[in-house]
């Protein structure tokens, strides 16, 4: 594993290489050791801060065999074995950003006993996440509402109610953004907003 020293722009044209291998060949080489490096020196932080002991996974797309990935993450959460059913947090980027999210994606299986508790504080919530975060609803696309637009009640109602319904909440950070090329001001940023994201985190412990 590498030292993270920051992003380059090479990193984020990585998502415009044509076909499967080509493509997962410089996202391993490239981005995943960023991404491993940036989530293991969060790890300790964000363990003292949700009191859960975090494990870090990076993203391995293993069961592509045709389409190349349009993102790449690391996730924390708290089983070293997997992460996807638990509440976690993320770093990744999409060809355009970078992002770093709090996430309750479709795979969990109390998501929607998860959208019950967040219905029970969301005037709290509403108050609790900074105007400048954004929410989706989905992490497969790359897009995302301010906390001053969205229209948290529906996105919460969708959580308890569709299938395939997911919920994030966290910061893009556009590629051209000089804070990815400083490597100490980059990961206190991370720790900043997953300090902001926490109440999120700690409400999946009324489940």
Known sequence: MTDFNG???EDFDIFTIPGLDARMEKLRGNISPK?????VELAPAVTTMTGDEMYVHVAK???????PPNDTWAALARNNRGYKKLPHFQIGLWETHLFIWFAMIYENPVKQDYAEVLKKHMDDIKKQIPGNFVWSGDHTKPDATSHNEVDLDKLVDRLANVKKAEILCGV???RNDPILTKPN???QMCEDTF?????LYQYTKEL
Do not use: G, V, W
Not at 35 to 39: C, R
């Open 7 to 9: 992003f380059t722009q």
């Open 195 to 199: 300090q902001k994201l926490e109440p």
């Open 172 to 174: 893009n950070i556009d």
């Open 61 to 67: 797309h293993a069961r592509r065999s045709k389409n």
């Open 185 to 187: 001001e980059f990961l």
């Open 35 to 39: 991404l491993e490096a940036i989530a």
